[in-house]
Structure formats: C-alpha cells, structure tokens
C-alpha cells in the first residue's frame, strides 16, 4: 500500500478551500493547505469583504446628503475622504484576515504554505517550492480573476478591475466602467454616490441581462435618477488614452465616443488554471475552467474541484457548497451530487437585489401558465417609516402555487429573500406562507402580502368556491 505525506491536499485558499481543508481536518485526516498568493482568497482581498465595506461607506455618505428626508439638518458641508473610506475598508479586510492566516491553520494542525510555487508531477504528487508533497487525493480550489477583453488599445492603457480598485486612496472625478453585471454595476451605485462621475457601458440591451427583466429595467432607473449614465446596446471597439481614457464604442451602427479619467474593466472572471501543469495529473480544463461531473470529480479520479474554477455559479456561497460536496466525496464512502436547483444571489447595489430561481420569461417558456405576484414596497409600512419605498418584489409560481422564482429589488432584499428561498428549497407552496405569524411592522410584510394573494388566488380556483360562484349566477 503506498503511502503518502498527506491524506488530502487543497490547492486554494479562498473561500471553497478554506472549507475543504477545515472538513478535511474535522474528519481526522492529514490535511495541507497551498496557495500562490497570500491566504484568503478574492473574496477577503479584492472581492466580497473590501466592495461590501466600500458600499456601506457609499451608503452612509448618501443618507447624510439625504438627511433631511429624515427630519435632519446636516451642518456644513458634506466632505468626502475618501483615503478614510479605504483606510477602513482595508482595516475590515486585515480583520478578516487574521481567521485566515496561514500561521493561523498551522496552529489548527493543517500544513499551510501560501505564497508557493506550485505544480503536479502526477496525479499523486506536487512540486512546491522545489520539493515534493504527495497526497492521497486533491481538491483544486484556485478560483478565478478578471477577464480583461481584447479590444483594440487595451493593453496600452492603465485600466483598473476589481483587484486593484480597492488600492485607489484617491477618487477619479469620472470613471468609465466596461461591464454591467454584478461588480459593475455595484461599483457603479457606490462610486456615484461619492461624487464620480460614472458611465456605464454594457453590450447588452440592458443592464444585468441575466436577471429578471422588469427588475433590471426598475434598478437601471433608479440608478440613472441618482446621476449615473448608463450606455446599454454599446460594443466596445477600442480605447486609448493615458491622463483621460477615450473608449470608442459602436451604438446603432455608428461609431461615438466617452471620456473619463480612469476605466474599470468589469466584464467577467476566467479560471485560475495555469501554471499548475494539470495535464500532468490528467486534469482535463478548457478557458471556462476545470472540466468535473456531478460529484466535483476531475477527470483524474483522486481530485476534485470546487469554486469559481469550475465555472457555474461564481459565488462565495456556491463555492462553500461545492467545496463541502467535494471535500466529503473525496473523503468518505457515501457520494453526494451537486445541484443547482436552489441557488440564491444578491447584488449589494441601492437598492438590492435578490434572486432565487427563474425569472418571469424563463419560467413562461419552460412551464407555460405561471401565476406572478408583485408586491411593491410603497405599500408596506416599514419601507415608509425607512424612506425606502423604492422597491418591487416578484414571486413567480406554477399553477399549483410552487414557487418558480423569486426576484426582489429593494431594501434588505437579501435578507428578505431567504424566507420564500426556504419555501422554494424545501417544496412549500407560497399559499401556505399565509398561515405564518409576521412581526410588523418589517419588510417581511412583502412575503406575508405575496402569500395571502397567492391564497386568495387558490380559493378562488377551488372547487367549492367556482361552484359556489356558478350557484350565485344561476340566481
């Protein structure tokens, strides 16, 4: 029987490695963690933890440009630091990073070594920093960086992305963002609201083309009320320029022209692949990333992947999911599939938006008749007393009342959206969310409004009622 150094190796120490490695060690196997770079992942350095704290800054900033919405005087003039903004984002970001160490998981009793060389010899050994580790199996956890897209002059020009926006101590007056998909168009609600001057430009006709079109349309509106100018339909063709950025781009079949002082390139991530010579281990990948199959196994039998180098859903909660799902059937005898029916998002821009499921025009073509429930948030009470009616919820349910989507636009959307999740994910119908006792006044009141229209609705399909109905006619 050969033996080797450890039982498991990850290779990533993001979030879904980070998992991996802690399950791994809880089973009582011998357990490395590696990495490139530095530990934590893009979700700790450039990624979740610095753009959620940069956009409550952005928010904080905003309600005291708004304070006398709220019955406040605001004295003086309102000064943006942002050098401050930043100091705090990174001081939140170092916090995060003393739970993510590598001294801290040696203590732990992983193995830790960040900032490696690292490369297969075989499906059974690496190289690291010159020398060999050999493991039993192997989770690949590298995740994914910026695409950068080759348009013409690209190279040529001092662009930024999401993992060198957050070491800016000083604000552009004007900032081209390239890309309106999530980090865009987040950058784009927080930067505004600190005085940028913002455009947005996105290829397709509208911004998030993947959500839920009436509550992409809705955000895009409430963000163009605040200032940013968005460019939907707009093909980038190329971009030049060194003190202010020129970025030509084709609309309509004619070629025009926006300036700013720096460009954000926000269009996509790739995998993490090079450099690991995969092919030495019998890792087959392609540029969406790691090819595995229902179980996160590579096409090598003793590895598994997990996170945004699979490609899928590019999420730090998608990535815990698959790395638990990996990390187990890498280790123990019982095999678990991953599904990717039940996967929530949230888009942190002001206001939020949360999803779960299909959308409107998804959910027509796969299931024909659906039933949609809309609940805007200028009727619920808390949303008044929050100067926050800005908002729109949809539940999207088959004829039977099963949920099928769910899409809020609003404020604490993504709290909010975890109830009608849980009914989604575990076959509850939306009717029966009527029978539940809501606190008021909260924004759960939306859920509460959804279920009981989606309870009046079956009582008026029911049997009793429509011969009730025929019965009073026949009169």
Same mark, same amino acid.
């Not at 003086?76 to 995060?96: C, H, L, T, W």
């Given at each position: 029987?050969?033996? &080797?150094?450890?039982?498991?190796?990850?290779?990533?120490?993001?979030?879904?490695?980070?998992?991996?490695?802690?399950?791994?060690?809880?089973?009582?196997?011998?357990?490395?963690?590696?990495?490139?770079?530095?530990?934590?992942?893009?979700?700790?350095?450039?990624?979740?933890?610095?753009?959620?704290?940069?956009?409550?800054?952005?928010?904080?900033?905003? &309600?005291?440009?708004?304070?006398?919405?709220?019955?406040?005087?605001?004295?003086?003039?309102?000064?943006?630091?942002?050098?401050?903004?930043?100091?705090?984002?990174?001081?939140?970001?170092?916090?995060?990073?003393?739970?993510?160490?590598?001294?801290?998981?040696?203590?732990?009793?992983?193995?830790?070594?960040?900032?490696?060389?690292?490369?297969?010899?075989?499906?059974?050994?690496?190289?690291?920093?010159?020398?060999?580790?050999?493991?039993?199996?192997?989770?690949?956890?590298?995740?994914?960086?910026?695409?950068?897209?080759?348009?013409?002059?690209?190279?040529?020009?001092?662009?930024?992305?999401?993992?060198?926006?957050?070491?800016?101590?000083?604000?552009?007056?004007?900032?081209?963002?390239?890309?309106?998909?999530?980090?865009?168009?987040?950058?784009?609600?927080?930067?505004?609201?600190?005085?940028?001057?913002?455009?947005?430009?996105?290829?397709?006709?509208?911004?998030?083309?993947?959500?839920?079109?009436?509550?992409?349309?809705?955000?895009?509106?409430?963000?163009?009320?605040?200032?940013?100018?968005?460019?939907?339909?707009?093909?980038?063709?190329?971009?030049?320029?060194?003190?202010?950025?020129?970025?030509?781009?084709?609309?309509?079949?004619?070629?025009?022209?926006?300036?700013?002082?720096?460009?954000?390139?926000?269009?996509?991530?790739?995998?993490?692949?090079?450099?690991?010579?995969?092919?030495?281990?019998?890792?087959?990948?392609?540029?969406?990333?790691?090819?595995?199959?229902?179980?996160?196994?590579?096409?090598?039998?003793?590895?598994?992947?997990?996170?945004?180098?699979?490609?899928?859903?590019?999420?730090?909660?998608?990535?815990?999911?698959?790395?638990?799902?990996?990390?187990?059937?890498?280790?123990?005898?019982?095999?678990?599939?991953?599904?990717?029916?039940?996967?929530?998002?949230?888009?942190?821009?002001?206001?939020?938006?949360?999803?779960?499921?299909?959308?409107?025009?998804?959910?027509?073509?796969?299931?024909?008749?659906?039933?949609?429930?809309?609940?805007? &948030?200028?009727?619920?009470?808390?949303?008044?007393?929050?100067?926050?009616?800005?908002?729109?919820?949809?539940?999207?349910?088959?004829?039977?009342?099963?949920?099928?989507?769910?899409?809020?636009?609003?404020?604490?959307?993504?709290?909010?959206?975890?109830?009608?999740?849980?009914?989604?994910?575990?076959?509850?119908?939306?009717?029966?969310?009527?029978?539940?006792?809501?606190?008021?006044?909260?924004?759960?009141?939306?859920?509460?409004?959804?279920?009981?229209?989606?309870?009046?609705?079956?009582?008026?399909?029911?049997?009793?009622?429509?011969?009730?109905?025929?019965?009073?006619?026949?009169?």
């Amino acid at each position: 029987m050969v033996k &080797y150094d450890f039982d498991l190796i990850v290779i990533g120490s993001g979030g879904a490695g980070i998992t991996a490695a802690l399950l791994g060690s809880g089973l009582g196997k011998k357990v490395a963690m590696l990495d490139r770079k530095r530990f934590g992942g893009e979700c700790t350095w450039t990624g979740c933890v610095p753009s959620k704290a940069v956009i409550r800054s952005a928010r904080i900033s905003h &309600y005291i440009a708004e304070a006398a919405r709220y019955g406040l005087t605001a004295n003086g003039k309102i000064s943006i630091g942002f050098d401050g903004v930043m100091k705090s984002a990174r001081g939140i970001v170092d916090s995060v990073y003393k739970g993510e160490s590598a001294r801290h998981f040696n203590k732990m009793g992983i193995t830790a070594i960040e900032n490696a060389d690292i490369s297969f010899s075989d499906p059974h050994m690496l190289k690291v920093n010159g020398k060999s580790m050999t493991s039993q199996k192997f989770m690949i956890t590298t995740g994914s960086s910026p695409l950068v897209p080759a348009i013409e002059g690209m190279d040529g020009v001092d662009i930024l992305t999401n993992e060198t926006i957050f070491s800016l101590n000083k604000l552009p007056a004007s900032m081209i963002i390239l890309g309106a998909g999530p980090i865009g168009v987040e950058m784009a609600s927080a930067l505004n609201r600190f005085g940028v001057r913002v455009t947005l430009v996105e290829m397709a006709p509208v911004i998030l083309p993947r959500e839920d079109l009436e509550i992409s349309e809705l955000l895009g509106q409430s963000l163009a009320r605040e200032g940013v100018a968005m460019l939907t339909g707009a093909a980038a063709v190329r971009v030049s320029g060194v003190k202010k950025i020129d970025l030509v781009y084709k609309l309509g079949g004619r070629e025009r022209k926006v300036s700013a002082e720096r460009i954000l390139v926000a269009v996509g991530r790739r995998p993490n692949t090079g450099g690991l010579a995969l092919e030495k281990a019998g890792v087959e990948h392609d540029r969406r990333g790691i090819a595995v199959n229902r179980y996160l196994r590579t096409s090598a039998k003793n590895i598994y992947a997990a996170g945004d180098v699979v490609g899928s859903y590019q999420f730090s909660h998608v990535a815990n999911y698959q790395a638990i799902t990996a990390a187990s059937n890498a280790l123990l005898p019982v095999k678990r599939k991953i599904f990717y029916t039940h996967v929530p998002w949230c888009i942190f821009t002001d206001p939020e938006l949360a999803r779960s499921g299909l959308t409107e025009a998804e959910a027509r073509e796969r299931h024909g008749g659906v039933r949609v429930y809309r609940v805007p &948030y200028e009727g619920i009470d808390r949303a008044a007393t929050d100067r926050a009616q800005n908002g729109l919820a949809k539940f999207i349910c088959d004829r039977r009342g099963m949920i099928l989507g769910i899409h809020i636009l609003g404020e604490r959307a993504g709290e909010l959206l975890h109830e009608a999740h849980a009914a989604k994910s575990l076959g509850i119908p939306l009717h029966r969310l009527n029978s539940v006792i809501h606190a008021y006044p909260t924004y759960n009141d939306i859920m509460r409004r959804a279920a009981r229209e989606a309870y009046i609705d079956k009582l008026q399909r029911s049997l009793i009622i429509r011969l009730i109905k025929l019965f009073r006619k026949a009169k």
